[in-house]
């Protein structure tokens, strides 16, 4: 009986908060909310918006950050499946890349900006040697006016989450026998890659990929971090007004924020042309015999894509460790001239509160995300029936809907009913964003479960619940666990959800980060960051060691 309540309770906290939090920013982008004098409808503030100074220019940031991080990401990912799918390279690239999902994506920002800035890492170790700087250049690296620096940090980001999604789709395309077909055809890995197992693996990581696109095109802790700012991208430009004292802006945010939904769907769009287009040229080239057997030059570039991206996020982490116990650090010393754990002992008594409201909130939400995930699977299992293609769409709604489209909406409405600032209500958002990574992580492992045990145990008298409890949970207390790791992270990382719905009052490890990133103490910021990318590590370490230590004695159920 709980497990038919699982679905309906799904659907009502992924979609719910989404939708009421849309109409709670429609109605005060067209002028009404009584609560600030708005009691009528009017297109005055889109007016006022549109007036305001480079706001084109900001669109355009937008626009063009979602179109060039997916087109790189998802280039990347599918060139590397297509050269390396099946090797050793293959294997150890995607055990190297994985981990980095865990990491947040301001985490991976911070790390990026000490590596590629005219003091951070690379400039010192070819200085002074090989530029002759003996202090940093005048070079505006970090917050360039092009957004190529944000759109760096994304890209290391996005491409291990499509290379996962890829991986899970992967055995649904026949990839072996495809490609041994193109072969015997005469034609390159490449070729036959995209011409046979290229557009069936693509309609299933689409729904990723739009993903992608409307988070890029609309995140908010990235840009504040990496992104130019004058002007700077729509979203971060609409964090501001929200958090203007002055009320009437608010106004002004909603109809922004709408305008960043229209920007989100417009870049969608203009991808779903590009998609023609390129099935055009796949066709042609096709149609024309066209075998590119040369194509090894290719996998190498892919392979040193890959490589590249998982070490720049891995360089950039260990600078947060370094700079977090940096004493001394002049330019160009590749290293600290002492180390000292004075930075930590300082922000001790500041972190405390961040990291207790951190852990609560991940932990709670993480919670009830696998609970729901796990009554879904139930009663998909009941039914006969596996999530379609509407089921699946709920799930991605969180991840396709910019942010700020709803959350500001949503924060009125907690406003309005005197929820704002409270642990249930940050839990419930959160939620919204956890759940659909939860239930895409354990939803493979749990289809693939042999259902031969559990015919053995109905056949010597066990029920349906025993056998739940008893044979199908313990086998698959792995994936369960690997699962809420992954929501943990996912709920460690949240920055706009928390700045919102929070109110500034609850305070997490992210949103401290985010707000010294406009300071200059690299040392406290080293702190923040690392031990923001620590929370999720930890998070995936107990989900190894928890396993590893209940099955020690059971050689089958080791990894």
Not at 19 to 34: D, E, I, N
Not at 396 to 415: C, E, K, N, S
Not at 460 to 471: A, D, E, N, Q, V
Request: a positive charge.
């Amino acid at each position: 009986m709980l497990a038919r309540l699982g679905p309906p309770l799904a659907t009502i906290l992924l979609a719910g908060p989404i939708l009421a939090g849309l109409v709670g920013t429609l109605l005060p982008a067209f002028g009404y909310l009584p609560a600030l004098g708005g009691d009528a409808f009017t297109l005055d503030h889109f007016t006022e918006l549109a007036s305001r100074p480079a706001i084109l220019r900001s669109s355009m940031l937008s626009i063009a950050t979602g179109l060039v991080t997916a087109a790189i990401s998802l280039s990347a990912v599918a060139l590397f499946i297509a050269g390396w799918a099946g090797t050793r390279v293959f294997s150890r690239i995607q055990h190297l890349v994985s981990p980095l999902l865990s990491v947040p994506h301001a985490a991976a920002a911070f790390g990026l900006a000490l590596l590629v800035a005219p003091s951070g890492l690379i400039v010192r170790l070819v200085s002074p040697e090989l530029t002759g700087w003996a202090e940093p250049p005048d070079l505006l690296i970090v917050h360039d006016p092009l957004a190529l620096t944000m759109m760096a940090g994304l890209i290391v980001k996005e491409i291990p989450f499509l290379l996962l999604i890829a991986l899970a789709a992967l055995p649904q395309v026949d990839l072996v026998r495809k490609r041994r077909l193109a072969a015997s055809l005469g034609y390159g890995s490449m070729a036959g890659f995209f011409y046979g197992v290229w557009p069936p693996l693509y309609r299933q990581i689409r729904l990723a990929v739009f993903a992608v696109i409307a988070f890029s095109s609309s995140v908010v802790d990235v840009a504040a971090i990496l992104g130019p700012t004058t002007p700077a991208p729509l979203a971060l430009r609409l964090l501001r007004w929200m958090n203007d004292p002055d009320l009437s802006m608010r106004f002004l945010a909603s109809a922004g924020a709408m305008l960043q939904l229209v920007i989100t769907a417009v870049t969608i769009l203009i991808w779903i042309g590009l998609e023609r287009l390129g099935a055009l040229l796949r066709d042609h080239s096709r149609d024309c015999g066209l075998r590119f057997r040369h194509d090894r030059w290719l996998a190498g570039v892919a392979l040193a894509a890959m490589a590249t991206a998982a070490a720049t996020v891995f360089a950039g982490l260990a600078t947060l460790g370094v700079w977090s116990i940096a004493g001394l650090w002049q330019f160009p010393d590749l290293l600290p001239a002492s180390f000292t754990v004075k930075s930590w002992l300082q922000t001790a008594p500041r972190i405390i509160d961040p990291l207790v409201t951190t852990l609560l909130v991940a932990a709670l939400s993480t919670l009830i995300a696998v609970c729901l995930t796990v009554l879904c699977l139930i009663r998909e299992d009941e039914t006969g029936r596996v999530a379609g293609r509407r089921a699946l769409l709920l799930l991605y709604l969180p991840l396709l809907v910019p942010q700020v489209a709803f959350l500001f909406g949503l924060q009125l409405l907690f406003i309005v009913s005197g929820t704002v600032a409270s642990l249930p209500a940050l839990v419930l958002v959160h939620l919204v964003f956890v759940m659909p990574y939860v239930f895409l992580s354990l939803s493979d492992p749990w289809h693939a479960f042999d259902r031969r045990y559990e015919e053995v145990a109905h056949g010597l008298g066990k029920s349906r619940l025993m056998t739940l409890w008893r044979i199908r949970l313990p086998m698959l207390s792995r994936a369960i666990l690997v699962a809420a790791a992954v929501g943990f992270a996912v709920s460690v990382g949240q920055y706009l959800p928390t700045v919102l719905i929070g109110a500034g009052r609850l305070e997490t490890i992210t949103t401290e980060a985010v707000a010294l990133a406009s300071g200059g103490n690299r040392r406290i910021i080293g702190v923040y960051a690392f031990l923001q990318m620590l929370l999720p590590a930890l998070g995936f370490a107990v989900a190894t060691i928890i396993p590893a230590l209940i099955f020690r004695h059971r050689r089958a159920m080791r990894v």
